[in-house]
């Protein structure tokens, strides 16, 4: 098999996708490399068709090795092991846009594995995976209706930038993902620090010209590697009886679709799909026709929940295009967790719950890019009650890409580590679902966050909007329909589910997913323009619930944080670690330095915390004249006694200084080992400190 490559300059470095040198016993194979990033993408299909399948068996199963960036594995196991949570949402990056791309009635399993082989920790390799394995299906004999391409966009100092590197990603205002055809695009996510709908659109428009260029250079390895498509396997059997089936389940499913309610519909729609399949028993004992039927039944659906939307601006539950089902919040709706928030709309609720911890429970990530600590966690669960039914209870893909939607919206109002000294972690817990539980998260989890006492920069909130569609001649969007936050029906039956989530000030964070060829850029204003709306008229109630931080719980850990001169960090952390392990012990907490001197304090409760602090301070300050020090008697002579001030450091306490009357003997007033005030008179020129028991007695008395 012969070697053949196409390349593309970007920059000063070359775009390369190759096939014919490895991984030839694929059904297609293509080797991407930019810069020092490089992907091996491949994919097979089954040998064996299953008949009369009604969606597409493709699994994207995108992995990174350690040995890309030269690293070996952490931890006992050197091994790679389970999907990290980043290999799971690159590889839904890559199945979202490819998936609509398959044909059905193709019937084979498909799987797809982009492996990251290299990686020069500059050049983000998700872009290059996405490119690849679209690449890898078009030159094998797999049928697909691509290819396809993605593109990164940063908006960095009112500039676009494609596919920017790691750090460029990290400085900017903007950071969109954009996957599509050469005709438009199709998936659309990323976030944002308050961007513009004007400065968003910028970005899509200025993704398209890059991708529609990648898959013009798939088009041609295609031209010099493709190989024969393999043939469909389409049923030959046609639903016996249609018309008469659709004329009878039309009128039933009219009354059954627009019934108030989720299970309600859920009920009424079953039971006519029941009558009918009784009713003709002896044409659905037959299993395709059976299978047949099904499918006509939900393109009845189809049809009805669009011809109403279209043709009368109602929808299944009665709403209009852009109004937003009711809304309810409230606070502190558990006990003892340190903030909690249920939100619900519509049929949707989320039980957001915060909790507080240390530096020491943010989550490390080790992966090719670098080891790197996250002091913001979300974490969404969806557990089947949620929709009514039984189930295991696992952590999929769909929680994994849900949560970091949620979390990537709120996180640029999360305040830093220095301004809120708290590792942060909220989980959403979906008690009820029927439509967008990604954004309910994302407004449950913001109530959760102030409620906890989370200094949030603003206040964000999350809406799903829809798309629905009818050509008219040549025009492929004659006539459409914007659905301000889409229940699950509108989700499944519709064009388009796009997320958007933002402050009042503007976008935070964004998902897109299109059924349709691409939506035209006006389609895109008014969905912006639209879904900003309905996301102030959500934050409007929020804010009527919570608007501001509230104490927080006592049941959170204290964390105080202190400067300390550098060179004072070796006093506080003594010999061998000796001094800061016995103010831990001594005062039940954790004490952490950094090299700026920054000393982080973190207690139980808030007295501990603040004891150990003045701890801190007394090891650490010089000895100032004038101050009141509680000290330790530490030895006994005829003319006085020494008083440790501050660890390490005595004093005398002369006899003359025990009281304004005569005192015979210092064991007449002190004994070792006794706690006493005393107040330091003077250092003298020998750095000798002078302490008086009386003064401090006196000036303590007059306070109180």
């Known amino acids: 098999m012969a070697i053949e490559r196409v390349t593309y300059k970007i920059g000063n470095e070359e775009l390369v996708l190759e096939t014919g040198k490895i991984g030839k016993q694929a059904n297609g194979c293509v080797y991407a490399q930019f810069a020092g990033s490089a992907i091996v993408a491949t994919v097979c299909c ?4 299953k008949e009369g399948l009604d969606f597409v068996p493709v699994t994207v199963e995108y992995n990174e090795k350690y040995y890309a960036a030269g690293k070996i594995p952490g931890g006992f196991i050197k091994r790679e092991g389970r999907p990290k949570d980043k290999e799971i949402l690159v590889s839904r990056l890559i199945d979202r846009p490819m998936r609509p791309l398959f044909e059905p009635s193709f019937g084979r399993e498909i799987q797809i594995v982009p492996t990251c082989v290299s990686s020069d920790g500059v050049n983000p390799p998700d872009i290059l995976a996405v490119i690849a394995a ?15 391409a993605a593109c990164r966009v940063a908006y960095l100092n009112g500039e676009y930038i494609i596919n920017p590197t790691f750090k460029q990603i990290d400085e900017a205002d903007l950071e969109i993902v954009v996957a599509g055809t050469a005709d438009g695009f199709t998936m659309v996510e990323g976030g944002a620090n308050e961007a513009t709908e004007e400065v968003m659109l910028g970005a899509l428009e200025k993704a398209q010209g890059f991708i529609t260029d990648m898959c013009h250079l798939q088009e041609e390895l295609v031209k010099k590697a493709g190989k024969e498509k393999l043939p469909l396997a389409p049923l030959n059997v046609e639903l016996e009886n249609k018309d008469a089936l659709i004329a009878e389940a039309t009128p039933l499913l009219e009354k059954a679709c627009f019934q108030d309610g989720k299970m309600n519909r859920g009920k009424a729609i079953s039971a006519v799909k029941k009558q009918l399949v009784e009713a003709h028993a002896e044409q659905f004992a037959d299993e395709i026709q059976k299978k047949l039927f099904d499918q006509c039944f939900d393109d009845i659906q189809y049809n009805l929940l669009r011809k109403s939307i279209l043709d009368k601006g109602v929808r299944i539950d009665g ?28 049929e949707t609720q989320s039980l957001a719950v915060t909790t507080l911890g240390t530096v020491m429970d943010a989550q490390v990530y080790d992966d090719i890019d670098g080891e790197r600590t996250e002091n913001f966690i979300l974490h969404y669960n969806f557990p089947p009650y949620s929709v009514g039914e039984t189930g295991r209870l696992t952590t999929g893909r769909r929680e994994i890409g849900h949560g970091n939607l949620a979390r990537r919206s709120l996180a640029p109002m999360i305040p830093s580590v220095a301004e809120f000294p708290y590792t942060v972690r909220v989980v959403s817990e979906i008690m009820e679902s029927n439509g967008s539980s990604s954004q309910a998260s994302t407004c449950g989890g913001c109530l959760s966050l102030l409620a906890a006492g989370v200094p949030m920069k603003k206040m964000v909130a999350g809406i799903a909007m829809g798309l629905i569609t009818e050509p008219e001649g040549d025009n492929p969007y004659g006539r459409y329909q914007i659905l301000s936050d889409i229940l699950g029906e509108e989700d499944h039956l519709g064009d388009m589910d796009f997320k958007v989530a933002g402050t009042k000030d503007g976008i935070t964070g964004f998902q897109m997913d299109i059924k349709i060829a691409g939506v035209t850029t006006e389609i895109m204003k008014k969905a912006l323009a639209q879904a900003k709306e309905g996301r102030l008229h959500i934050l409007s109630i929020m804010e009527k619930c919570i608007d501001k931080p509230q104490p927080i719980s006592p049941f959170a850990p204290k964390i105080l944080s202190m400067k300390i001169d550098t060179d004072k960090i070796g006093a506080l952390i003594g010999p061998g670690g000796k001094t800061i392990k016995a103010l831990c012990a001594q005062y039940g907490v954790k004490i952490d330095t950094a090299e700026d001197g920054t000393v982080s304090i973190y207690g139980s409760t808030g007295k501990a915390a603040e004891e150990a602090k003045a701890a801190v301070h007394a090891i650490v300050d010089d000895p100032e004249v004038g101050t009141i020090y509680n000290g330790t008697v530490k030895r006994i002579m005829e003319f006085g006694a020494f008083v440790e001030i501050l ?28 706690q006493i005030p005393v107040k330091l008179l003077e250092v003298d020129k020998m750095g000798r400190l002078n302490l008086s028991y009386i003064d401090a007695i006196e000036e303590q008395a007059k306070k109180n």
């Open 46 to 49: 089954a040998s064996e068709v």
């Open 647 to 674: 660890p390490g450091k005595e004093g005398l306490c002369h006899i003359s200084k025990l009281s304004r009357a005569r005192v015979e003997k210092v064991t007449d007033v002190l004994k070792e080992g006794q």
């Open 319 to 346: 709403r209009k295009t852009d109004e937003i089902r009711p809304i309810t919040c409230e606070v502190n709706v558990l006990p003892r967790p340190h903030g909690s928030a249920l939100f619900t709309r519509g």
């Open 134 to 148: 679209s690449a890898a299906v078009s030159i094998s004999d797999i049928p697909f209706h691509g290819p396809v």
